[in-house]
């Protein structure tokens, strides 16, 4: 059977040429458009190889042997990434299972020496793929990276890295919004991880299940002075060798799980059979959700999936629902001191050891989930006996994990329609028990489906709404079996049904309990704040009345003498600033204060540079050392304050000191001047 029609190179590489050597290898090729060829030549180079791919966009590369394009698996994937989307086919087979290629051929009617040259090697390269011979070598998975972070890392710094951080964080919080967003509107699959920071993220990760040329369609890489977006496929671990031409294998039955997941940045993994035993551990950091699906499906399907912690994570639940798996949660998260007992005493008598915390709190919510269905495993174990019937189990279990009595759950797995003879042509009536037998067994088949195909298909959806609307119909032929079928039912799917009400009622209840005690906390702070502010307001304008008495003057605090700090003070006429740090600026910080429509009285500091005083001075501002009115300084409720009849003494004092000071710089100025005049007149003479 041919391939559907596509443009397929073959490749072969030229001999004494390695993909290992330090020069580059030189290769064989030929491209075909269905039987037209398109391209062939005998000698090119790795270079122009890239070129020629880039060029034809063939669909499949078609070689005898991948490792001739590379050397190694990280080679192999860097070269697919510098072109188009391309399948890479070996035809010589699967590593485990590669024949000459001469032999492949002749298999197929095509007659080859033993030794064939690299043209004829690149043409029946391409020949056997046309006709579905062949194994894809699946490099990457059909799922993209996206990562945002920060574009340089936080080191210890001042006020501008604090800024900095700040800034990163909510950066990456808004565009991880953003591509939220768009990966929404286009409907696509994902999964998102996120480091939480002080003021938004640190850092956002999302698993985005589609290939990586559909994402660049609507979102690009990028790279800014605050933040990186980085967009790349995801590579396997391991090479997959997939057939051309797929055979399908024979079913095995799956095996019923209870699966234990913690997820997070590193997830963990328990998964338990329905007898409670341990079939495996595990625990890797940015599992995707496919990848977790994949390894959980190895050892069969999940009926019940579990988590430690209330509500009831994203992640989990999208896991649950791809098995159309039952969800347990407890009513409240579980403790870590719980998590620990519970996995000791059960591990106690086990191979099995526990490598860290994720695997422990995946254990301890899958063990919690087998413990809350094992007293009516054990009843199923009973009944069964007591009935003495051949039944599976595990298939009773599940039924009754899902809601079925343990009566029904029996009776739908053991049910076989009697072998009648065929009525004669000329009855078209059916007996009531032949009407009971259909019914029964339009269920058995219904509930058969449900279970291999996890009801997660909507054509089952529909036939199940169609038997519904049949058996509603049906209730009036059999009216008179209904009370027989009622007091054969058992009273456990009640009972049960009751305690899931109640369970759920209780989880809402101690929600909202949480809830109220979050608010009554935050209206305690509140109301905390509150008198705070009442007492420093009242302190402050008892203060204010004494600074309008001239009793004290108020002063103005300033943290540091730095621009960015400056920018947030409001300054009124006749101010007095006290500044704990005045070391930080010069002459033009100095600027930044001297104002003509608020100037300022006087500034107290100890540590002032030399541009900065002399700014001051000649603006006729006074500086006044700190420990000069250290003693006299007095504080309530952060509000500092001085008596104003001792200020003002500082003040004069200070006044006058800049004053004669100034007026020796004055004089000292106006003697140079004579003296260079007397000077220069004297020259003029000589």
């Known amino acids: 059977m041919r391939m559907p029609s596509k443009i397929i190179m073959g490749l072969d590489i030229l001999p004494m040429s390695s993909s290992s050597s330090k020069q580059k290898p030189k290769y064989a090729a030929m491209i075909f458009d269905e039987d037209k060829i398109v391209l062939k030549n005998e000698e090119i180079s790795f270079r122009k190889l890239i070129k020629i791919l880039n060029k034809y966009k063939p669909n499949i590369l078609a070689i005898d042997n991948i490792w001739e394009l590379a050397p190694n698996q990280e080679a192999l994937q860097n070269f ?41 090697t690149a043409e029946i390269c391409a020949r056997l793929v046309q006709i579905g011979i062949g194994y894809e070598a699946a490099l990457f998975e059909k799922e993209t990276q996206i990562r945002i972070s920060r574009t340089r890392t936080i080191g210890p710094g001042g006020w501008s890295q604090n800024r900095y951080r700040r800034h990163s964080h909510a950066a990456i919080l808004q565009s991880t919004r953003e591509i939220q967003t768009q990966l929404d509107e286009q409907g696509i ?23 990586i040329n559909e994402v660049l369609s609507f979102i690009k890489p990028y790279t800014g002075s605050t933040i990186q977006v980085k967009i790349t496929p995801i590579k396997k671990k391991e090479i997959e060798f997939i057939p051309l ?33 341990i079939l495996a551990l595990r625990s890797g950091k940015e599992i995707s959700r496919r990848d977790l699906i994949k390894y959980i499906a190895k050892f069969g399907t999940s009926v019940v999936i579990a988590t430690d912690v209330t509500p009831l994570p994203k992640y989990v639940e999208k896991i649950a629902n791809t098995f159309n798996a039952l969800i347990f949660r407890p009513r409240k998260s579980m403790k870590v001191s719980e998590k620990q007992e519970l996995v000791n005493e059960y591990l106690s008598h086990s191979k099995w050891k526990v490598s860290d915390a994720h695997i422990r709190d995946a254990l301890a919510c899958a063990i919690k989930a087998y413990f809350s269905y094992r007293q009516i495993f054990e009843k199923i174990h009973k009944k069964i006996q007591e009935m003495n019937v051949e039944v599976s189990i595990e298939k009773v279990k599940v039924l009754v994990m899902r809601g079925y009595s343990i009566y029904d759950a029996i009776s739908i797995l053991t049910f076989k329609p009697d072998e009648e003879e065929e009525p004669p042509p000329e009855i078209t009536e059916k007996s ?23 009801r997660a298909l909507e054509e089952l959806k529909l036939k199940n709404k169609e038997l519904e609307k049949e058996l509603n119909q049906s209730k009036t032929q059999i009216s008179e079996l209904q009370d027989k079928l009622e007091h054969v039912r058992s009273k456990t799917f009640y009972r049960l049904r009751g305690e899931r009400l109640i369970r759920a009622q209780n989880t809402e209840i101690n929600q909202l309990r949480s809830v109220i005690s979050e608010l009554r906390e935050k209206i305690t702070f509140l109301e905390n704040e509150i008198a705070k502010y009442k007492s420093r307001s009242a302190i402050l304008d008892e203060l204010k009345q004494e600074q309008l008495a001239n009793k004290i003057i108020i002063l103005k605090v300033i943290e540091n003498f730095s621009k960015d700090c400056l920018k947030n003070i409001e300054l009124s006429p006749n101010d007095v600033l006290y500044m704990l740090n005045g070391s930080g600026g010069g002459g033009s910080t100095a600027e930044q204060l001297i104002s003509e429509e608020s100037p300022i009285r006087a500034i107290i500091t100890n540590t002032l540079s030399h541009e900065a005083y002399e700014e001051f001075r000649n603006a006729g501002i006074t500086i006044i050392p700190t420990e000069e009115v250290q003693a006299d300084l007095k504080i309530k409720e952060g509000i500092l304050y001085i008596s104003r009849q001792k200020f003002e003494e500082k003040l004069r004092i200070y006044k006058q000191r800049q004053h004669e000071l100034s007026r020796q710089e004055t004089e000292s100025w106006l003697q140079n001047l004579i003296s260079n005049y007397r000077k220069r007149k004297a020259d003029e003479n000589f």
């Open 189 to 211: 699959e994902y999964d998102l991880s996120v480091r939480k920071a002080d003021y938004g993220l640190d850092r956002s990760v999302f698993t985005v299940y589609a290939e």
């Open 432 to 454: 009531d028990d032949e009407t009971i037998k259909e019914l029964h067994n339009k269920i058995y088949i219904l509930i058969d489906k449900n279970i291999q195909l996890k």
């Open 245 to 277: 031409t797929a055979k399908e294998d024979e079913t095995v039955p799956l095996k019923s799980l209870i699966v234990g997941i913690d997820p997070g940045t590193t997830t963990g993994i328990a998964i338990l059979d329905l007898n409670g035993k």
């Open 80 to 120: 697919l990434k510098k072109l188009p989307p391309i399948r890479l086919v070996q035809v010589t087979g699967s590593p485990t299972q590669m024949q000459p290629i001469h032999i492949i051929a002749k298999r197929v009617g095509i007659h080859l020496t033993s030794h064939p040259t690299p043209i004829q």
